[in-house]
């Protein structure tokens, strides 16, 4: 990696970004930073939460920590009613070592948990929903058991000390957890010491750190700002101590002022978000409509056109790459699992529940209103659903030009390809990958995410690991960071249309070495087409079908290619991976061929 090809990808992620970013960094290192001189309240003691003031029926609660641990949209765990090591890795049971630390000493990448995440997973506070669902219920225990394990988690994470510190966001959806906890309970009116005082902490640890936020030019910044505006206007509210209230005002105007900001930068005009990804696509979104949630319940202020605006556009977004009968997404772009709203008897591949809200809230109608999943939701949050939105009509084509997605469309069937061309930076090297759907069946697809750390974990956004076309064993832009690729490439040909009658997508890119990838695809009478033609300076071009169907059928119009099946991973959850099955074609010439492909 030359120096030239890094100093290219930093100054394509802005000034601004460099900036933020840079000045939280040099405070961390001389000790200077705002963040690292904030004084700990002490913490009421008592319960956090009082009896459910919920009445009348309610839908059954969420799977996810009845009984047992839950990480990443899956059970990782025997049945225990203990509350976990929250220092420990959730799945493997491996203890972080320098847990009394002030955090900003912690090491993010320790040798004995590995990923981070797995730390931080138990104490996203998940089970805080889980718990206040069963109280609103009426479950034996279940009232108790919230405050039992809040108490353990104050008293095992002193504020600003050990690895569940770390992170703004995680204290963010921390922070939202126990906001929505109590609106499950029907208690939003009602703020006792013990919360009001964890709230607080909470928000100190958030606020100094949002310019850093800002400049990931991501979901952290949407996620921080919901939790100031939400915490500090429930507190500015409910609190009977002026300079608190006083305080938690600050916090909710930062929350949406930086709300505000951000909404109008990283949400495309075709609804599009900045990272990429259907499932942080799903946070930033339930991000706003938690915030929009709380705004109501206070009759506060309305944010502004654009914002609503903005955030109608990405609700559509949303609904149309949500499969109706089964609520997935395509697993394209970054997926680390994160999972806002684990309300009622949903699961984390879902998206109709975040649809129903976000289209309520924001567009005036109800998306999906008519399954079990998305009405809980609302139930649960106590929101009327507007107007059936209904069946829509699929256009057979579409392009999503900012968001870097094109679909073709012809009865239950849907081809997404990925379009090369970004304006922030691309988070897996998966330029013309296509992925392709019958109904709720994901028939070839995208491998996923797996982890940020763990060992292999440079395989998933890896060229390699997408249906597209590798040159010469490596990836389409060469890997500057763990988060950062540098050479991004520029978009050149992209074409929408009709192809002797059938939808078709066109899409095009020269990578930094020269060399050049054409790609059309199309459907046929009996399956889908897809041409290439590859030209410049390589000595061997790999071209990969990852098959969910066994009984796929390739087959190509070359004479020189002839398909093997390989090994290859999948990971639909994070910190999951199984086998699937990739089927390779191998090319040592320039040449323009179509596969065809039968399922």
Known sequence: ????????????????????????????????????????????????????????????????WQGRAWAFGKPCAGPSDDPPDWHANIITGARMQDVNLRWDKVRVFSSQTGDIKTVWEASRFDWVMTFAQNAALGKVGALEKLNRWLTDWTEQNPAYNGPNWICGQEASI?????????????????????????????????????????????????????????????????????????????????????????????????????????????LMLDSLSVMELVRRKFDATEFSTIFNDKAAAASEWLRFFTEPTKGDVPNMGSNDGAWLLPIGPSHSRDFRPSCALASTLFEGQTAFAETVSASSLLQWLNIEPETSIGLETVPPVRLFS??????????DWRIYMRLPGTKYRPHQADALHLDIWRGSLNLLCDAGTYSYANTG????????????????????????????????????EIHIGDNLGAPSITGSYTDYKGIK????????????????????????????????????????????????????????YYQSKEPISVYTGILSNEDTFTTYLKF
């Open 1 to 64: 990696m030359n120096l030239y090809t890094k100093v290219r990808a930093f100054a394509r992620l802005g000034w601004r970004s460099l900036l933020d970013v840079g000045l939280y960094r040099i405070g961390l290192k001389t000790g200077l930073h705002p963040v690292l001189k904030i004084i700990p309240i002490p913490l009421a003691t008592g319960d956090f939460f009082p009896t459910s003031a919920r009445s009348g029926p309610l839908p059954p609660p969420t799977p996810v």
């Open 517 to 572: 990838h054409i790609r059309t695809v199309t459907f046929t009478s009996d399956g889908v087409a897809v041409t290439d033609t590859i030209a410049g300076q390589f000595h061997t071009a790999q071209i990969r079908w990852r098959a969910n169907d066994p009984a796929v059928r390739i087959s190509t119009n070359s004479p020189v290619i002839e398909y093997v099946t390989e090994n290859g991973l999948s990971s639909l």
């Open 402 to 411: 900012d968001s870097a997605i094109a679909v073709i469309s012809s009865g």
């Open 457 to 492: 974990w440079e395989y998933f956004p890896s060229t390699a690991a997408h249906n597209t076309i590798e040159f010469d064993d490596r990836d389409q832009m060469p890997r500057v960071g763990r988060f950062l690729y540098g050479e991004w490439l520029q978009r050149e």
């Open 174 to 282: 921390r922070t939202a957890h126990l906001v929505l906890a109590a609106i499950l309970l029907g208690n939003e009116q009602i703020l006792l010491a013990p919360l009001e005082s964890l709230l607080l902490l909470h928000l100190r640890r958030i606020a100094p750190t949002v310019a850093y936020a800002r400049g990931q030019d991501n979901n952290h910044a949407t996620s921080e700002a919901m939790a100031l505006y939400v915490g500090g206007l429930w507190i500015s509210r409910s609190c009977t101590d002026e300079n608190r209230r006083t305080e938690a005002r600050k916090y909710m105007e930062t929350g949406r002022a930086l709300a505000e900001n951000r909404v109008k930068a990283l949400i495309f005009d075709d609804g599009g978000f900045s990272q990429y990804s259907h499932v942080y696509h799903r």
